[in-house]
Nanobody, 124 residues
Framework: QVQVVESGGGLVQAGGSLRLSCAAS????????MGWFRQAPGKEREFVAS????????YYTDSVKGRFTISRDNAKNTVYLQMNSLKPEDTAVYYC?????????????????WGQGTQVTVSS
């Protein structure tokens, strides 16, 4: 069983930066990929980024490439999402999740454990 908790959301101006953190607990090992998803008002939840359990492989949706960076620190059981050059369209509730796979999957159905979400609002 894995618990996932996000933090670091908030209000930021367009062009600014924000770093989200995701702490995972409840398991003695962490051989699972981690991912970030987001859901804007009135829209479906979408994939943002993922990272393999070793942290050597990452995957990003096209809209955030070059702006967002996912990383993890397994010693701290924490994954991060560094968001730079934020745009108003990045406004959403961001969710962290742990996958059943070890590779950086982008398939939502691969993720078994989900956090409660953290709000990110980017003003114009």
């Amino acid at each position: 069983q894995v618990q996932v908790v996000e933090s670091g959301g908030g209000l930021v101006q367009a062009g600014g930066s924000l770093r989200l953190s995701c702490a995972a607990s409840g398991r003695t090992f962490s051989r699972y990929a981690m991912g970030w998803f987001r859901q804007a008002p009135g829209k479906e939840r979408e994939f943002v980024a993922s990272i393999s359990w070793r942290g050597s492989s990452t995957y990003y949706t096209d809209s955030v490439k070059g702006r967002f960076t996912i990383s993890r620190d397994n010693a701290k059981n924490t994954v991060y999402l560094q968001m730079n050059s934020l745009k108003p369209e990045d406004t959403a509730v961001y969710y962290c999740a742990a996958a059943r796979e070890s590779f950086a999957t982008h398939q939502e159905y691969d993720y078994l454990y989900w956090g409660q979400g953290t709000q990110v609002t980017v003003s114009s």
